[in-house]
Every structure is written in structure tokens, then in C-alpha cells.
Nanobody, 120 residues
Framework: QVQLVESGGGLVQAGGSLRLSCAAS????????GNWYRQAPGKQRELVAS???????NYADSVKGRFTISRDNAKNTVYLQMNNLKPDDTAVYYC??????????????WGQGTQVTVSS
């Protein structure tokens, strides 16, 4: 069974940094597109960053220049490096990935979420 396991969240002061990890486990071939979403209390879930299999990236305007998404294909892991964190970045962060589970079959999965809290 395929799972996305996130780690790296926590409590940090404004201006600090955190690195989130999203590791795919189970029988897979590869992660195609990896994405990070976040959802703050009372707000809709929003796309923060995405990375294609070829390494092309896309960011929400609110995080450009502060967050960096990357991947390690050998480890089937997607990362989100978050620098210069702000209180507005406080949210539950979710990994969402399109995964090749067998030849010609791609499925999408969500991680369980990891809490990021930025204090002022």
C-alpha cells in the first residue's frame, strides 16, 4: 500500500527556518509531480509549491523567494525548505503527489499533514 509520510513540522519563531520532508513508501516506481499544500484555520487549502519529475518548480506568490521545493528521486522524497518564516505561514502542510505505481498506472495520494506554527 502506498503512503506519503511527512515530517519536519514544528514551532519556530518568525524569521526562522524549517525543512519538511515527504517520503513515498510502498511499491512504487517513482513520484511524478510532488506538491505541497497548506491549510490555515478557517481558510481553504492552497497550493504552496510543486515540482515535476524533470525538476521544474512553481510557487505561490506568497512564498516566492523564501521557500524552495526539491526532490530526491532515489529516495522517493520531496522536500520543502522554508526560510524567513512569517506568522502567516502557520498552517497544516500537506504533501500531495502523483505517483507511478506500476507501468502505465498513476495515482494521487495525500499525506497526513504536518503542523507548522510560526510565532511572532
Amino acid at each position: 500500500q502506498v503512503q506519503l509520510v511527512e515530517s519536519g513540522g514544528g514551532l519556530v519563531q518568525a524569521g526562522g527556518s524549517l525543512r519538511l520532508s515527504c517520503a513515498a513508501s510502498g511499491s512504487i516506481i517513482s513520484i511524478n509531480t510532488g506538491n505541497w499544500y497548506r491549510q490555515a484555520p478557517g481558510k481553504q487549502r492552497e497550493l504552496v509549491a510543486s515540482i515535476t519529475k524533470g525538476g521544474s518548480t512553481n510557487y505561490a506568490d506568497s512564498v516566492k523567494g523564501r521557500f524552495t521545493i526539491s526532490r530526491d528521486n532515489a529516495k522517493n522524497t520531496v522536500y520543502l525548505q522554508m526560510n524567513n518564516l512569517k506568522p502567516d505561514d502557520t498552517a497544516v502542510y500537506y504533501c500531495y503527489a502523483q505517483i507511478s505505481v506500476t507501468l502505465g498506472v498513476t495515482r494521487s495520494y495525500w499525506g497526513q499533514g504536518t503542523q507548522v506554527t510560526v510565532s511572532s
